[in-house]
């Protein structure tokens, strides 16, 4: 199967950290676009595994944050391009989404908050999977 340029055999979840002003944003246009589309050409999302390291290493000192649950299937199905990509500062492969995200392709979303330590947790929801 081909993600417009990317070859997987299946579709997953992908999450992204959205600072709050840019989800309230996308409850006005009905799409979620923040600074990296701007400025990169694309969003930057992680893998489940991925999202506690990138909130510790990206987000740091950002109340309220909001977890959002992207379903890639309706990305692509919307014509929304994303590739995984590796980032060698990261030693990993990253879903890069290249246009703004339509709200019916977040399944899901949820605060994520920092305890008093400054570290942040995965949502009950998500542990386990």
């Not at 959002?68 to 379903?71: K, V």
């Given at each position: 199967m081909t993600f417009l340029g990317s070859t997987f055999s299946?579709?997953?979840?992908?999450?992204?950290?959205?600072?709050?002003?840019?989800?309230?944003q996308a409850q006005q246009t009905g799409f979620f676009a923040s600074n990296d589309l701007t400025t990169e050409g694309f969003i930057h999302t992680s893998d489940l595994?991925?999202?506690?390291?990138?909130?510790?290493?990206?987000?740091?000192?950002?109340p309220n944050l909001i977890l959002?649950?992207?379903?890639d299937k309706q990305l692509i199905a919307a014509g929304v391009r994303v590739e995984r990509e590796w980032v060698a500062t990261r030693q990993a492969t990253f879903a890069h989404v290249f246009g703004p995200v339509p709200l019916p392709a977040v399944v899901r979303h949820w605060p994520l908050l920092a305890d008093a330590a400054g570290d942040f947790s995965l949502p009950p929801q998500l542990l386990g999977q």
């Open positions: 299946w579709y997953r979840m992908i999450y992204r950290l959205a600072e709050t002003a840019d989800w309230l595994p991925q999202v506690l390291e990138t909130a510790r290493r990206y987000y740091a000192g950002h959002l649950e992207l379903d």
